[in-house]
């Protein structure tokens, strides 16, 4: 997997951040041994479910180094990886669940400099559009939240484990 090959950064764009935990765990993983990972999510999603469900991670994430934004410009609807400014990959999978294991996705793999140059140019607009979160505006604060987004998290899952849509 190109999360654990990375060396200085990963930056992941998704509209739909619902990720396996053990891809979430290599994400926090791969900050804590210094690689600079940020994911770019909308700021308004189409689905709150989601929206919720995807908070469920943050806290751990943003403990571990991860730079979280939120991209207030409009539609975020961009499917993007890029790992240390060589690799890129981009598609229609979402970093969810449903794109992993049950919805026929296409992802192109494309190591070049240039192509990953011109990628890394609209990772950087997107976050100059973005609000950055940390612990204190990104983690649930209250009780209630965070119960709000186990249960979309739950809800989500048995969605996917289910085929309900």
């Known amino acids: 997997m ?21 891809i979430a765990e290599a994400l926090r993983i791969a ?29 751990d994430l943003l403990a571990a180094g991860v730079k979280i934004y939120e991209f207030k410009a409009g539609l975020l609807h961009t499917k993007s990886v890029l790992i240390d400014n060589r690799l890129a990959l981009v598609g229609t999978m979402n970093m969810d669940l449903r794109s992993f294991f049950l919805n026929f996705e296409l992802a192109l793999a494309v190591e070049d400099l240039t192509f990953a140059n011109e990628v890394s140019i609209l990772h950087e607009s997107y976050i100059a559009n973005s609000d950055r979160l940390n612990r204190e505006n990104g983690s649930p604060a209250h009780f209630i939240t965070a119960l709000l987004n186990a249960c979309s998290f739950c809800l989500v899952r048995c969605c996917k484990q289910y085929n309900i849509d």
Do not use: C, Q
């Open 31 to 59: 900050a804590l041994r210094g690689v600079e990972v940020s994911i770019i999510l909308p700021k308004k999603n189409d689905s709150l479910m989601v929206g919720w469900a995807s908070r469920i991670f943050f806290d």
């Open 2 to 22: 190109a999360i654990y090959a990375a060396r200085e950064s990963i930056v992941i764009t998704s509209p739909y951040f619902v990720p396996s935990h053990s």
